[in-house]
């Protein structure tokens, strides 16, 4: 890849109309929501399962247990004590109602996500 031309990585962002925001260098308060997420969930993982996940094979699928376990089972305080799937499903229109047929139509005009 030539310097300054475009990655893996970016291609695949552009294709999916995402949005790439890199943080600032040597300025730890960007990523610091990410970080204390990640040690988190090596926490509650080594918490549950005993032990952290070894290998990136065993990693990936500690992370999506622990991602449902967070988002299904687990009560957050900040939420009255309820889980984020279920304020979640609290906010959802019902398939049928015209105002989120609508919002529906003008973010996927053609069956892809506008960028």
């Not at 790439?20 to 993982?45: C, D, L, W």
């Amino acid at each position: 890849m030539q310097p300054g031309g475009e990655h893996g990585l970016e291609g695949f962002l552009h294709e999916n109309c995402i949005k790439h925001i890199m943080g600032r260098v040597n300025h730890p308060q960007t990523q610091g929501k990410v970080e204390r997420s990640h040690g988190s969930a090596m926490r509650e993982m080594a918490a549950v399962w005993g032990r952290e996940p070894q290998g990136l094979e065993e990693y990936g699928s500690a992370v999506g247990r622990w991602v449902w376990f967070y988002n299904t089972v687990r009560p957050h305080e900040s939420l009255g004590y309820r889980t984020p799937a279920e304020v979640f499903r609290e906010g959802l229109l019902a398939l049928d109602d015209p105002e989120w047929v609508e919002t529906v139509r003008d973010e996927f005009p053609d069956g892809r996500r506008a960028c």
